[in-house]
């Protein structure tokens, strides 16, 4: 299967510092990517879609501003964290597919561990 | 109405026995079905891909679709501890461009 890679598994920030996460599509180019974000023993919940070369789609109640996306490559999306504050400590994990639109597979990276102190 | 509905558990079964997800959907167009296996502290893992009504296997997995009854399963012989995880069911409709899951089946393998 395609591999998905997240970069950092881990991070620990001071609350009102940024923090950048990549996620990239190791063996094929993926127009778009989906971000998510999971809290202990909840769902997945998907914050927004990641289109290469345009905005990113964000879904409702998830701040614009303060989840930065950018997918500047076909390779490659990133999602910063502005001002990240404790209650954003959560699992976020990213997701990207090499599948025709309308039959699309989607392969998970790893996902990344956000802890604001 | 949920899009995707699944029982969220637990489902416990023993060892070597048979463990069957199910999971129902809305009535839209949808195109693909997937299920994902995650275990705790871990990002979902592809399992099975399905597209047409009938049965696809891959080892000791089965997934069964039938789109006539909305509902689409996963079906696991010979089951193994290591089997214990979150099941996610996934469909991709028509025009909404992105996975709708479920919220997730907890299976629980005894030994």
């Known amino acids: 299967g395609a591999v998905v890679s997240q970069h950092p598994s881990w991070v620990i920030c001071k609350s009102g510092t940024s923090v950048k996460i990549e996620c990239r599509s190791l063996?094929?180019?993926?127009?778009?990517m989906f971000w998510y974000r999971q809290f202990p023993k909840q769902s997945l919940m998907l914050m927004a879609t990641?289109?290469?070369?345009?905005?990113?789609?964000?879904e409702q109640g998830v701040e614009k501003d303060k989840f930065l996306i950018n997918h500047a490559s076909l390779t490659l999306s990133t999602l910063t964290v502005t001002s990240a504050h404790p209650e954003d400590s959560s699992f976020y994990i990213c997701?990207?597919?090499?599948?025709?639109?309308?039959?699309?597979?989607?392969?998970f990276g790893p996902g990344t561990r956000l802890l604001v102190l | 109405q949920k899009e995707v509905e699944q029982n969220s558990g637990p489902l416990s079964v023993p060892e070597g026995a048979i463990a069957s997800l199910n999971c129902t959907y809305s009535?839209?167009?949808?195109?693909?079905f997937f299920w994902y296996r995650q275990y705790s502290g871990k990002s979902p893992e592809l399992i099975m891909s399905i597209y047409s009504n009938g049965d696809k296997e891959d080892g000791r997995f089965t997934a069964q679709l039938n789109k006539a009854s909305q509902y689409v399963s996963l079906l696991i012989r010979d089951s193994q501890p290591s089997d214990s995880a979150t099941y996610l069911c996934?469909?991709?409709?028509?025009?909404?461009?992105?996975?709708?899951f479920g919220t997730g089946t907890r299976l629980t393998i005894i030994p």
């Open positions: 997701s990207a597919g090499p599948g025709l639109a309308g039959r699309e597979t989607q392969y």
């Open positions: 996934a469909v991709f409709y028509f025009g909404n461009e992105k996975l709708t």
């Open positions: 009535d839209r167009v949808s195109q693909s």
């Open positions: 063996d094929f180019q993926a127009t778009t």
């Open positions: 990641s289109n290469e070369g345009s905005k990113a789609t964000y």
